[in-house]
């Protein structure tokens, strides 16, 4: 992931077609968000796919689930996705998943980017004339993934129709999908954002940016309002009073929902080390389990797999559904929170009273190294001092951001005062020994 044509190059995304026939197969789903940028990357993508006598089965614009979704679907060998997710519109990435629609593990991407750096396929290696590959279109390709969320409801019984939804697809992949499946289980949906332009997604709206939403629903007298970041696998939520529900609120409420049904294997659900303590207390309430794993939907993912759980997800809003896709599924958390809130009955805000957040801080530091932070004996010094004043009644978590140069501070505390001025202090730290 990086700025496009800079960091992320042309020459890059062909070799990372050649590497997807390499080590994953010849028949490879590829999809796309709405970035300028994606047009050409996916031309030099397919591409290296073909370079290598592969097939392209061109999903187009669609949300990353919806591509994890096709790859089983459709039989192909792996998937990938063109986006860089929430990040701002003059980035882009990559991303692979397995022939079960699953991202590959490190050893498998590790594997992937010595090949890339080693130049890719050698020249004469290729196959010639006839023997090259060919992109194949996937006309129905988002069609086929809303099919697949909304049969999933009806499955249960269930109908939207009396609901009044406010959606804000943020300029991206869910502009295509997201309003039609909630429409066409019978909800009333007043969507922004739902047009673009390459330049616009992310921007100011969407799941990073709730404002508009909160507009939206105050203006329209809406249920509940959903907002997608650029790619769809995430969503995040505004009650009837304009409340935010974010992922740990949605996991507790489907979670309790799984249990009550009997379909919440072990009784345990997976989040992160970011999960907010009242999403624990809320959890040990209900009699479920929590596992907790380093932030990354790759880790839940891998927990779920090992355990035989079916929910886990990061306050973000990512969450997966092990039972219905393979990775963290916007559109299908969005189904699966309204007809949990559907069961349970009463207003959004009733049913997700199930958990009370502790009042929580996160401040993002830019940064010249994000990795030398878990070295630097000031910040260390800055956090010890933080713990001990916080004591039992609080907790700290200081980590590199995954995806940008950023450091990322999070503190919890009884008191939003507290948390503000406890994080605010290390941030300070952090920036004077790392800052850009």
Do not use: W
């Not at 591509?67 to 860089?84: H, M, P």
């Not at 509940?224 to 505004?238: K, N, P, Q, Y």
């Amino acid at each position: 992931r990086g700025v496009a044509n800079t960091e992320l190059t042309c020459d890059i995304a062909f070799k990372l077609g050649q590497a997807a026939v390499e080590f994953l197969g010849k028949t490879i789903v590829v999809g796309k968000d709405t970035r300028l940028s994606g047009d050409m990357l996916e031309c030099a993508l397919n591409a290296g796919i073909m370079s290598r006598g592969g097939t392209v089965l061109a999903a187009g614009i669609i949300p990353t689930p919806g591509v994890a979704y096709l790859t089983r679907e459709l039989y192909a060998d792996g998937g990938v996705v063109i986006s860089a997710s929430h990040n701002p519109p003059e980035y882009n990435g990559i991303k692979f998943f397995d022939g079960q629609g699953f991202k590959l593990p490190d050893e498998v991407e590790a594997a992937l980017e010595a090949f890339v750096e080693a130049g890719g396929t050698p020249a004469d290696q290729l196959p010639a004339g006839d023997e090259v590959g060919v992109v194949v279109p996937v006309e129905n390709a988002c069609e086929l993934y809303i099919n697949h969320a909304v049969s999933l409801v009806r499955s249960e019984g269930l109908s939207f129709e009396g609901l009044k939804v406010a959606l804000d697809t943020g300029h991206g992949a869910a502009s295509l999908t997201t309003a039609h499946a909630l429409e066409e289980l019978g909800a009333e949906v007043v969507v922004i954002n739902d047009d673009f332009t390459g330049t616009d997604i992310n921007v100011q709206c969407g799941s990073t940016h709730l404002e508009p939403l909160k507009n939206l629903m105050a203006a329209t007298n809406a249920t509940i309002g959903i907002a997608h970041d650029g790619d769809a696998d995430r969503v995040m939520f505004v009650d009837e009073l304009g409340n935010e529900i974010d992922g740990d609120v949605v996991e507790a409420v489907c979670a309790i929902d799984l249990k009550e049904r009997g379909e919440l294997p072990g009784n345990t659900v997976v989040s992160t080390v970011m999960c907010n303590l009242g999403f624990m207390e809320a959890m040990e309430k209900a009699g479920i389990e929590v596992i907790q794993t380093q932030v990354g939907d790759r880790y839940v993912l891998q927990q779920l797999r090992e355990g035989g759980f079916v929910l886990g997800g990061e306050q973000s809003g990512h969450m997966i559904f092990l039972k219905h896709n393979s990775t963290g599924d916007g559109l299908i958390t969005a189904c699966q929170f309204l007809s949990a809130c559907l069961r349970k009955g009463g207003t959004i805000s009733e049913v997700t009273s199930v958990m009370q957040r502790f009042p929580q801080e996160l401040i993002n530091v830019p940064v010249t190294d994000k990795h030398a932070v878990t070295e630097n004996v000031a910040v260390a010094k800055a956090i010890g001092v933080g713990n001990n004043e916080l004591g039992d009644s609080g907790r700290i978590l200081v980590r590199p951001s995954g995806t940008e140069p950023l450091v990322r501070v999070m503190v919890e505390a009884p008191t939003h005062e507290q948390a503000h001025e406890v994080a605010a202090k290390i941030a300070q730290v952090i920036e004077a020994e790392l800052g850009a």
